[in-house]
């Protein structure tokens, strides 16, 4: 039966992209989705995808894996991940990976992302000691260049007289930004590097900043020695359970993936991107034997913080932190000053236990400060962090039941409060999936490394729903609803709020190189009326409703387009606005010779800010950009890949807004006179 189904797969499917061809659509899909999710247009998602680098450079080999190991990919559904593996134990080894498709619960979708990660050849494993290492180890060398080419208010020269009065009226340092990245790696056992960057605006080697870069991060980490399992030095992430408990880094929130609500927690993970203030500096050890595993971390940084310093003069001692700033900026005096001004210590530790259905732990996580916060006096901030030093403990759980998995985790901090979140995903058939999540997060919740599902820390009460059906062989449709409440104030509210957010999507896979989609996504919330009221102010509703419609299609082995039309609907009190954004994209491969070039040219026209749209661009490898676009204006960029060698590889990239009826751009010291806001980058990788 098995060699009969082998020499029918055989013939089914032909490969229509390269290898890299298929993990780039994969991982800017994966960016894609993200990027929904956030508003900023320069993120770095270093960290979070170069596991997904890694297994494309080392695939997984499917008869020696293991679920912690394959579900790390973040790709597949639990119920996916175990189907391969009882797969494999029942018919015995794997002999190509298009058999994949003898697995009900894979559809086509799951296989094409997952195929550039894996394998079934014969993995070649070197023994671990320091000669394999030194000898089979690799290097990569990142260097990278940013600039804004229009000047900015920031960087125009202010007299000494104005500058006496406000110092903070100019950046200090020059526009250029500045990134470096060195990383040795053998196998996935052993792995140290350091991550160097310099803002635009920064000094370099002068001033505040005279050792050079603004911010320097390094790691060692090495896997597998015995019972030690992980040991890391330097920079890194923890991350346990879903998120309540402790979770330091990036986390996804919704999103086009409907079926990704699960956390996938890594435990201790190297840090190599350059946000400068979420992230553990020490060292973490986890220590495995058979079922069960320990893990402690401890961790000692300074971070940046706006002091409010106690006047002796009149005896006022309410000294402490007001807010914390994690924007990693320091550019005027004022940032400056703010720069390592306290110092966090962070202990943490969690115990697991794994059987064959079942994963459940414990995990606690304290947390101080040596000056005390004293934040926000505003009502909806009562119930908030305030002191000196904090803890929270959770419980994560993880239940397999034939197609069904359990999943979720309750925590509680200092105050006794109480935040749990609770989910189950359902392989009902093999054209239908169901996942439903539930969270329940108390108002006076104060875990401070708190990252769950949803995006609130405290305050918030709410149920998801998310499915995913194959309605035909070329059409699938993904959707998702969720409701949410806060039974407290929150910014911008004065009494308790509700919301709910719906996405709908169906894809037209047309034939091997074309497809299309059309979303619809409505979201309502509450805010307080514009209207001047006496006392409470009343609630209203926010509706904000985009559509959209994208085409994907390769003309060939050296041409691909995309076409996209997405338009947006806003509406708060009586005022209602609008907004639409036309783009087309076009990627070349030539076939001679190793150069790759991406451009796009879009049209947006939306009525203000509220109706911005976000569209994810083709960037600098590790650097993603998901612009907004607002306004009226034109967007285009250009950006070329070339290799040079096997060893190194180049890409050139220049992007330009230009505005229709605007003569400044952006406000403060980031505004630019004119209509034109445009920047270049440009980035060299080096493999030895």
Known sequence: MKCFLLHIFAFVHILVFSQEDERNVVIEKRIEFIGESLEDSDVDFTTYLEELYFFYDNPINLNQTNFNELSRLNLITDVQVISILDYQRKFGKILTIYELRAIQELDQDAITRVIPFVTVGESLKYKMNWKNV????????????????????????????????????????????????????????????????????????????????????????????????????????????????????????????????????????????????????????????????????????????????????????DSGITSFQSTG???????????????????????????????????????????????????????????????????????????????????????????????????????????????????????????????????ENGVYIGVKAKLTKKINLSAYYDQFTHSWLKWSTDGPSFGREVFIQAEYKINYNSSMYIRLKNKITQRDTKEDVVGIDDQVFINKTTLRLHYSQRISKQVSLKSRVEGVMFSYDSEKSKGVLLYQDLVYKFNKIPLKLSTRYAIFDTDNYDTRLYAYENDLLYLFSIPSYYGKGVRTYFMAKYGIGKQIDLWMRWGMFSYAHTTEISSGLEKVEGSLKSDIKVQLKIRF
């Open 134 to 317: 030194l000898k089979y180890g690799r290097n990569d060398l990142i260097l990278r260049y940013q600039r804004g080419l229009e000047t900015k208010e920031g960087y125009v020269p202010k007299s000494d007289s104005i500058l006496a009065l406000n110092p903070n009226k100019q950046y200090l340092g020059s526009p250029d930004k500045l990134y470096t990245r060195y990383k040795f790696a053998y196998e996935n056992k052993v792995s140290l590097g350091f991550t160097a960057e310099k803002d635009a605006g920064e000094q370099f080697f002068r001033g505040a900043q005279s050792k050079g870069f603004d911010f320097c991060s390094a790691h060692i980490m090495v896997k597998n020695i015995g019972v030690v399992k992980t040991i890391v030095i330097g920079d890194y992430h923890a991350n346990f359970g879903q998120g309540l408990t402790m979770w330091s880094g990036f986390n996804i929130g919704k999103s086009a993936d409907v079926l990704n609500v699960k956390r996938y927690a890594r435990g201790l993970k190297k840090y190599t991107s350059v946000n400068e203030s979420n992230f553990m500096r020490g060292i973490g050890v986890k220590l495995q034997n058979n079922k069960f595993d320990l893990t402690v971390f401890g961790s000692h940084k300074k971070i940046d913080a706006n002091i409010n310093s106690s006047d002796t003069l009149f005896n006022n001692s």
């Open 329 to 459: 900026f320091h550019r005027t005096p004022g940032e400056i000053e703010d720069m390592d001004a306290v110092k966090q210590i962070i202990i943490g530790g969690a115990a697991h236990f794994t059987g064959d259905n079942l994963k459940i732990g414990l995990v606690g996580v304290s947390t101080q400060y040596d000056i005390p916060l004293h934040g926000s006096t505003q009502t909806y901030t009562q119930y908030s962090f305030n002191g000196t030093s904090g803890f929270s403990v959770g419980i994560n759980y993880l239940y397999f039941k034939g197609k069904t998995s359990f999943f979720g985790e309750f925590t509680t901090s200092q105050n006794l409060s109480l935040a749990t979140l609770n989910g189950m995903t359902w392989h009902a058939d093999p054209r239908l999936d169901i996942v439903v999540l539930h969270r329940y997060i108390d108002k006076q919740n104060q875990a401070i490394y708190s990252a769950p599902f949803g995006g609130g820390t405290s305050n």
